[in-house]
C-alpha cells in the first residue's frame, strides 16, 4: 500500500522504502527505523534568509529523516531544538494487517 | 501590566450547536421555515442542480456587489471577503469562492443571534445584524466585520445570507487596529456582538455612529458597510425570485439536500481512504512586539471510517500577545483547506460538510482562546497556522491514496505577510490601508506537479494582488519593484511554488513620510512545511533601510534593483514592529513560498535547469540543494549531476563531509 511518495505499507505490516525496499518502520511507526540527523536550518538552502537569534531565544535546526538504505529524503522540518517531532503517522488499516 | 481575568467572560464564549436545540430556542419567538425530509428526497435531480447552481451563482453576484459598493482597495482589488447563504437555523448551504475563511464560522454567529436575539430585540423582515466579535463567531478578528440578514417569505424566516470582509480600521492602540504591542483584546478593537444595525431595511443611525465612531477611516468603513447591505440585497432579491419561480418549500429542500449531498459524499470519500491518525506541528514566531517566543499548534487528525476528528491536543496555552484566535479561528483553519483539497469535487455546503467531523480543542489554548486574550491577528496568526497543520495532516492522509493523492498539496505560503501604512495621503487625506501583496503567496507542492508560482493563498481561492499602480495610485507610495523571488519555493521533487517582495517608498504624502505597522513571522523558523521529504519554503524576511540616497537615485533616472543598489543603513525587521518610514527610508518585505513534496535530489535535473534559467532557483540552490551542475549553456550536466547527488546524499545525511563535485 502506497503511503507517500517514499514510503510503501506491506501486508505484513512493514514499511519500506520504494525505491530500495529497506525497512524505515512499521505501520504504527513509518520512520521508526530510519537514519535521522539534525543540523543548522541554513542547510535547507538559501531560503532561509537570516538566523533564527536575531528573533527567537530558542536555538531552531533542520531535522532530517533519511532511508538507511538508499538515504532518500523522507521527511524534513525546520523546528525548535528543544521539541521533539510531533510529524508522525500510524496507518490503523495496516495495523491490522500486522497481527496477521 | 498583567492580563485582568474578566469575570464571567466564559458566558462570552459560543460554540456550535444543533440545528435542533437552536430551532428550539428560537421556535418560542419567531417562526422558522422548515420542509420534510419527504419533499427533500423527492426533489428531481434537473429541479436539484438547477437551484442549487443558481444559489452558487447568487453568492458570486453578493461578492461583486461588495466589490462595486466599496472604496476599499482590500475588498475591491485584493477580495479579502466573502459571502454565504445559510438556511433558517444558520447552516450554510453555499459559501463563496473569496476569503472562505471569513465565512467559515457564519453559521455560528447566525445559530448566536437566534438563541440571544430572537425574543428581545426581536428578528424581522429587512433586518440585518453586524458582528465583529469572533468569541461568537462570523469572523476571525475584529477587522472581519460580518452582516447577515434574515430572509421572510409568506411571514417565516426562509434563510440567512451573509457578507462578511475586512475592515481596514476598526481602532485599537495602533492603525490598522494591528496593535503589535498588545498583551490582551483591551488594547485592540473592542468586539461587537451582533447587534441590529439595519431594522426593517433602514440604517439604525444610533448603532451606526456607534460602530463608526471607533474607526480611523470612518467613512470608509460606513461605505463598507452598505456594500455589504448592498450584497445582502441583491442575494434577497434572487432568493426571492427563485422562490417564486420554484416554491419557497421547493428552494429550501434544494439547500436542505445540497447539505444532506455534501456530508454523504464526503463520508463516501473518507470511506475509500485509508483509516490512520496524521499528527504535525505548526509553529509562529512572536506573540507581540518584544517577544522572542516561538509557538506551537499540534494536531491529530483520525480518520475512522466515515469521520474526521481534529484534535489539538498539545497546543500551547493562550499567550499575551495578538496571535491567539478563538474557536471561530480554529474552525476557519479547518474549512478552507478542507474544502480545496478534499471537496474540489464536492458541493461546498459546509452545513453538510461539518457534520462528518469533530473536533477536540481545550479552552485557553491559542487557536481556542478565552476573553480576554488578544486576536487582533487571529486570522493570520493561529487560525492561518490552523490552516498550515491541517493542510499537513489532510494532505498527509489523502497522499496515501492512489487517486485522492492527486489532491494533496503541501502548505501554500507560511503567513501572512502583514504591512500597514498610515497616515495622510496624497490628497491631504487621512489614510489607513493593509498592503496585499502578500496575496502572491506559493502554493504547496502537489505530489505530481509544482506549485504554482505567486499563485495565492490556501484560504481565499479568489484572492488577488492590487496592481503596483493601483496601490499607487490610492496611497502614497512609490515601488522600486514587485517581484518573484528565487528560492523562495520549498526545494523538492516537485517544488513549492515561489513567493515574492515587494519594496517601497513613501511618496507625496504632505508629511512626507508614513507610518508602518508590521506583523509578519516565520523569520526565526519557515511556516511552509514540505511532505514526503520536500523541504520547507523560505524564511519571511523584512528589512528596513534608512536613510538612503534612493530619491537622489531616482531623480537621476535611476531605479535601484537591489537593497545593495538603495545603500543606506539596514535594519533586520523583528515579527511584530511599529515605526515610522521617512522620505529617505525604504521598505522591503519577502513573503514566503510553498512547501516542497518530496525529495529535491529525485527533481528532474532539467526542471532545475529551466527553474534556474527562470529565476525561480538560484544556480547555488540548484548546486547545494538539488546537486544539479549546470553546463556553460545552462543545462544541466546529468553524468555530473549523478556524481554530484551521489555525494551530496551521503553528506547531507552526515556520512561523511566529501565536498559534492559541482559544489
Known sequence: MYIDDNLDLAADGTVACRHCAAVTGTASDPLGAALVRECAPQEAGPSV???????????????????????????????????????????????????? | MPVIPVDGAEEFANLPVSAAHTRHVAGASIRLHDVSPELVDGIDPLTYEVIRHRLTSITEEMGEALKRMSGSVVVTDCNDFDAAIMDEVGDVVQVGLYNTE????????????????????????????????????GGLHQNDVSLFAPLFVDGELFCWTGAVAHQVDLGGVSPGSWSVAATDVFWESIP?????????????????????????????????LRAKIGANNVAHERLRALCQKYGADTV???????MNDAESRLRAKLTELPDGTWTSVA??????????????????????????TFDFTGTDPQVDGLINCTYAGLRGGIMPVFLTTVCGDIPWAPGGLWRCIDIVSEPGTINNCTFPAGIGKASVASAWATTN??????????????????????????????????????????????????MAGGLGARSDADGVDTGGLACIPMGRVADVEMNEFAFPMLYLWRREEADSGGPGRYRGGVGASSCFIPYD?????????????????????GLSGGLPAGTQHDVLLRGTAVRAALAGGRLP???????????????????????????????????????????????????????KVTARAAADVYGVSLGAGGAADLAETELNRAALRRRRAGLDDTETAGG
Open chain 1, 49 to 100: 534568509r537570516a538566523e533564527a537569534s536575531n528573533f527567537a531565544d530558542r536555538d531552531v535546526l533542520l531535522r532530517q529523516v533519511f532511508c538507511p538504505g538508499c538515504l532518500v529524503l523522507l521527511q524534513a522540518e525546520i523546528v525548535p531544538a528543544d521539541e521533539p517531532s510531533w510529524r508522525t503517522r500510524s496507518l490503523a488499516v495496516t495495523t491490522a494487517r500486522e497481527g496477521q
Open chain 2, 509 to 529: 504624502s504632505p508629511l512626507g513620510g508614513v507610518h508602518l505597522v508590521v506583523s509578519a513571522p516565520g523569520k526565526a523558523l519557515p511556516l511552509a512545511a
Open chain 2, 389 to 438: 497543520v491541517a493542510t499537513e495532516c489532510i494532505s498527509g492522509m489523502l497522499d496515501a491514496h492512489p487517486e485522492h493523492r492527486r489532491r494533496m498539496m503541501s502548505v501554500c505560503c507560511g503567513t501572512w505577510d502583514f504591512a500597514l501604512l498610515a497616515g495622510v495621503d496624497q490628497r491631504g487625506a487621512g489614510f489607513v490601508t493593509m498592503i496585499c501583496d502578500s
Open chain 2, 283 to 308: 509553529h509562529q514566531d512572536s506573540a507581540r512586539s518584544g517577544d522572542r517566543g516561538i509557538y506551537k499548534i499540534v494536531l491529530t487528525l483520525t480518520k475512522r471510517g466515515d469521520r474526521l
Open chain 2, 192 to 224: 461587537l456582538p451582533p447587534v441590529k444595525i439595519v431594522e426593517a431595511g433602514e440604517i439604525r443611525d444610533d448603532i451606526e455612529d456607534v460602530y463608526l465612531r471607533r474607526s480611523r477611516v470612518p467613512k470608509l468603513v460606513a461605505l463598507d
Open chain 2, 252 to 258: 429550501k429542500a434544494v439547500m436542505r439536500r445540497a
Open chain 2, 561 to 615: 534593483g537591489s537593497l545593495d543598489d538603495i545603500g543606506g543603513t539596514r535594519e533586520l525587521v523583528p515579527s511584530h514592529h511599529e515605526t515610522d518610514l521617512g522620505p529617505d527610508d525604504v521598505y522591503f518585505t519577502h513573503w514566503q513560498g510553498g512547501g516542497g513534496y518530496g525529495d529535491p535530489l529525485r527533481r528532474d535535473p532539467a526542471a532545475v535547469a529551466a527553474d534556474v534559467a527562470a529565476r
Open chain 2, 102 to 137: 471569513l465565512a467559515a464560522s457564519l453559521d455560528m454567529a447566525v445559530s448566536w443571534t437566534l438563541r440571544e436575539r430572537a425574543a428581545r430585540p426581536g428578528i424581522g423582515p429587512g433586518d440585518m445584524f453586524l458582528c465583529n466579535d469572533p468569541w461568537v463567531g
